[in-house]
């Protein structure tokens, strides 16, 4: 890390910036660029809990010489012109909320980072250097995780604790924990359900042969056991958006995917519920995963085709995958809505040149060079 302060010049107006922070993706659909990509994933101690000895020679041993190749086949079904779905959609969503925020009357620095980049111009150390060389002294971290959980949230956080640890001038940091019961974005989710059923009219309700299911992404049971609160956020999240939706108990059932190991995870599991409830007579299954803010290899690969083809070859009918939130407009303004909470007391208009003229005379008079 670059620990120089950037050259400093008086009558610079100070700027406060938002960062929306993501897991991060593969630079393609590759076996060598997912391989780079799943041994910083993998390797990260607070995503796999194991004593590191021992997992180092299981990823390196393993898990990287025979996954790599499996999976870049799976991005390879879902990756688009413009790159990976997660990137795209991330991209678009700090276009939007920029947007937004600019005509709310804010002055920001609206930019994106991925917590797994390696250490190129997308990693959370390069992006927050790139902030301090634009005189950013206010940033926002917003990672785009609803749910808390220590192995996406807290692993960002602590790679941004990393890069300000040794700056003699340091930023202002702030960051949002958690938006899993937030009233806009739990209203977003709820929209989306709602704009399907408008093309795609339920059953009248409750009815046997038909379930909502949330699916979340998994977490290993120790982990909650371990104080993790990942998965009481998710059973919360869950219980609202049918709220929202006035939905009967019986109608809608909250899952966990993306299992990975031979660990126990958190239950009921995704896929095997699926299939159970194609069995036990459900025709119609409406599929939404609320705790992906944009779709990724997690909800366009596993989800609207391996679990898809789960639950038809076990007898169901109709499967429904309804989109993550993405660019969604009712989205997008609970993102704004969010973003300008947490920037509360923080200055965020564009600054005054009077005042940074003076400033600058009164710098200079002091001896100061520029």
Not at 167 to 193: K, S
Request: aromatic content about 8%; overall charge positive; glycine content about 6%.
């Amino acid at each position: 890390m670059n620990t120089t302060p950037p050259r400093w010049r008086h009558g610079t107006a100070p700027k406060t910036a938002v960062v929306l922070v993501n897991l991060g993706t593969p630079d393609a659909p590759t076996p060598k660029a997912v391989r780079r990509y799943l041994a910083e994933f993998l390797g990260d101690p607070r995503v796999v809990e194991i004593p590191r000895p021992v997992w180092m020679l299981i990823l390196h041993g393993i898990i990287l010489r025979v996954r790599p190749q499996k999976s870049a086949a799976k991005y390879a079904t879902v990756w688009a012109d413009a790159g990976s779905p997660l990137m795209v959609h991330t991209q678009a969503q700090t276009r939007a909320l920029e947007q937004r925020l600019r005509q709310a009357g804010h002055d920001l620095i609206v930019t994106w980072a991925m917590r797994y980049a390696g250490n190129g111009p997308n990693s959370i150390p390069a992006v927050l250097e790139r902030l301090r060389t634009e005189n950013a002294t206010r940033i926002l971290l917003l990672p785009m995780y609803p749910q808390y959980s220590a192995s996406t949230t807290a692993t960002a956080i602590d790679q941004a604790l990393d890069w300000v640890t040794g700056l003699r001038n340091q930023p202002e940091l702030r960051y949002v924990r958690n938006f899993a019961d937030d009233r806009g974005y739990i209203e977003a989710v709820a929209e989306q359900v709602r704009s399907h059923w408008r093309n795609n009219p339920p059953p009248a309700l409750p009815d046997p042969g038909y379930r909502l299911v949330m699916s979340f992404h998994g977490l290993p049971e120790r982990n909650l056991k371990l104080g993790d609160p990942y998965f009481c956020e998710c059973h919360k999240t869950a219980r609202l958006v049918a709220e929202a939706l006035n939905l009967p108990s019986e109608s809608v059932v909250a899952t966990f995917q993306s299992r990975f190991g031979k660990a126990k995870w958190v239950e009921p599991y995704t896929e095997p519920t699926l299939i159970a409830l194609a069995k036990q007579g459900v025709k119609r299954v409406d599929v939404l995963c609320p705790g992906f803010v944009a779709d990724c290899l997690e909800t366009l690969e596993e989800i609207n085709m391996e679990v898809r083809a789960a639950f038809l070859t076990a007898g169901g009918e109709h499967f429904h995958y309804l989109p993550c939130l993405n660019e969604d407009p009712f989205w997008i303004k609970a993102l704004a809505d969010l973003t300008e909470r947490h920037l509360s007391g923080w200055p965020t208009g564009a600054a005054d040149p009077t005042l940074l003229t003076q400033q600058t005379s009164r710098a200079k008079a002091l001896g100061a060079l520029e």
